[in-house]
């Protein structure tokens, strides 16, 4: 899954895709690069972010959606908490909605989710982006994790989502300590795998890297931390991995693929 964000302020790319030639001929990239799903985002959801009213946003996302889908049949994720904009989008050719709130921010969003029938992803985050870096406390952040998805999962499926149609995120740096969180649930995926359900893993670029090594200090020089996530995360059975740097993560991942087949 390819980040592609159409936003001023996104932590990693913002304001560079914000011109929608330039959006376009990003995603073009992304697709030739290797992506199987382009993640299009019209809201930054970096810590201390500001909302964006749903106008702005859909006025963002759609040109980018119908213009991929214009020229290719890749596969189209919304990133938004809005049930609106995930209407528009779907309208315009998604077939998933990426909500980093698990369908939590609007009263509908469950019923929309199921009306729409799309895929769904459903993320852990606790708080909100504005703040949810602020003191992010666990007792034991795995199976906090775990069960939060799970409950989630449980509301989706009585609301009428379909069972194959949902995904789960961890939810890595989201309300998460840069280390005593988002380390151990790295090493736990396996616990949400388990779950039984196919689950995304967005890591890449993400600030942990930068202090678990000082060469990361900015987003752009996380590129071997965020393929190491990527790996463990295919080592732990997920089912894709949500990137910013698609052609070296699928490399990476190739390798590392044709590595286990030796086995």
């Known amino acids: 899954m390819a980040v592609t964000n159409v936003t001023p302020d996104s932590f990693s790319d913002g304001g560079r895709y914000l011109d929608a030639g330039a959006a376009l001929a990003h995603a073009r990239r992304l697709i030739a690069d290797g992506a199987d799903i382009l993640d299009v985002g019209g809201e930054s959801t970096r810590p201390g972010a500001e909302p964006v009213d749903a106008a702005e946003e859909i006025g963002r996302v ?19 908490m809005k049930p609106a904009v ?34 769904v992803v459903l993320m852990h985050m606790q ?3 504005r703040t949810m870096q602020a003191e992010p406390r666990y007792d034991d952040v795995v199976e906090e994790v775990a069960g939060f998805l799970s409950g989630r999962a449980e509301a989706a499926m009585a609301a009428g989502v379909a069972r ?31 779950l039984g359900f196919p689950v995304l893993l967005g ?14 200090r900015t987003p752009d020089q996380r590129l071997g931390g965020s393929i190491a996530a990527a ?4 080592a732990a059975g997920v089912a894709a991995v949500r990137v910013h740097d698609v052609r ?7 390798v590392w693929a044709a590595i286990e087949a030796a086995r």
């Open 62 to 80: 759609v040109p980018l959606i119908r213009g991929v889908r214009a020229e290719s049949a890749i596969a189209i994720s919304i990133d938004t």
């Open 86 to 119: 995930a209407r528009a989008a779907v309208e315009a050719g998604a077939a998933m909605w990426n909500d980093v709130t698990a369908l939590r921010h609007d009263p509908s969003s469950l019923a929309v989710a199921a009306e729409l029938g799309c895929d």
């Open 127 to 129: 708080g909100e982006p």
């Open 164 to 194: 194959e149609r949902i995904w789960l995120d961890p939810g890595i740096g989201f309300g998460k300590h840069m280390t005593r969180h988002n380390l151990p649930l790295l090493a736990g995926l396996e616990r949400i795998v388990g």
């Open 203 to 216: 890591a890449s670029r993400k600030s942990f890297i930068g202090a678990v090594d000082e060469g990361g």
């Open 231 to 234: 790996l463990a995360g295919a």
């Open 248 to 254: 070296e993560t699928v490399q990476a991942l190739r």
